[in-house]
T-cell receptor
Framework: DAGVIQSPRHEVTEMGQEVTLRCKPI?????LFWYRQTMMRGLELLIY????????DSGMPEDRFSAKMPNASFSTLKIQPSEPRDSAVYFC???????????FGPGTRLTVL | GENVEQHPSTLSVQEGDSAVIKCTYS??????FPWYKQELGKRPQLIID?????GEKKDQRIAVTLNKTAKHFSLHITETQPEDSAVYFC?????????????FGDGTTLTVKP
């Protein structure tokens, strides 16, 4: 398996634009997590899904952020409109229900100008 | 919710020395405590973990200890090497029937000087 796949790896956009980050979890993993990492706030859990259903979105910073998981092999994190303070590395991670370890994707480095 | 505090934020040791990183957690129901290593520009990767029914776990040069009463756990790295230099994160979570979310510490930047 190729591991968790994220795209794009780097994204530079202007304030006000819509940004869509994509994630393909490891096949067979029931759980999918979206994290944001910044120097100021560290690694924060934004939302996680179980069997494509959002379980806890209490970490989503505000209404500008939304996440979907239309099927077991794909999830998106959307920011609309984007702001400079959204600049961060966004990680997607997945794990099976029978195993504790989360496997992280390579991350998407987002820069909002 | 869970709150995890991690200390120190930076740690510099000489090659061959030991390094210890400590974390405290607030939710007594937390039952799983992983440690992640993140090298510069890369993803976090699990290096060791411990469940609440175990007091200590060791994997070669790395060990983790857990004190449930005091609600703290520690990462111990012995015979450190330059390639151990990275940011280390602890996390705490409460698993219930397979579900649970992690709360991470703020990370410790470990530098091992040759």
């Amino acid at each position: 398996d190729a591991g968790v796949i994220q795209s794009p790896r780097h994204e530079v956009t202007e304030m006000g634009q819509e940004v869509t980050l994509r994630c393909k979890p490891i096949s067979g993993h029931d759980y999918l997590f979206w994290y944001r990492q910044t120097m100021m706030r560290g690694l924060e859990l934004l939302i996680y899904f179980n069997n494509n259903v959002p379980i806890d979105d209490s970490g989503m910073p505000e209404d500008r952020f939304s996440a979907k998981m239309p099927n077991a092999s794909f999830s998106t994190l959307k920011i609309q409109p984007s702001e400079p303070r959204d600049s961060a590395v966004y990680f997607c991670a997945s794990r099976p229900s029978s195993y504790n370890e989360q496997f992280f994707g390579p991350g998407t480095r987002l820069t909002v100008l | 919710g869970e709150n995890v505090e991690q200390h120190p934020s930076t740690l510099s040791v000489q090659e061959g020395d030991s390094a210890v990183i400590k974390c405290t957690y607030s939710d007594s129901a937390s039952n799983y405590f992983p440690w992640y290593k993140q090298e510069l520009g890369k993803r976090p990767q699990l290096i060791i973990d411990i469940r609440s029914n175990v007091g200590e776990k060791k994997d070669q040069r790395i060990a983790v200890t857990l004190n449930k009463t005091a609600k703290h756990f520690s990462l111990h790295i012995t015979e450190t090497q330059p390639e151990d230099s990275a940011v280390y994160f602890c996390a705490a979570l409460r698993y219930l029937k397979g579900a649970g979310k992690s709360t991470f510490g703020d990370g410790t930047t470990l530098t091992v000087k040759p």
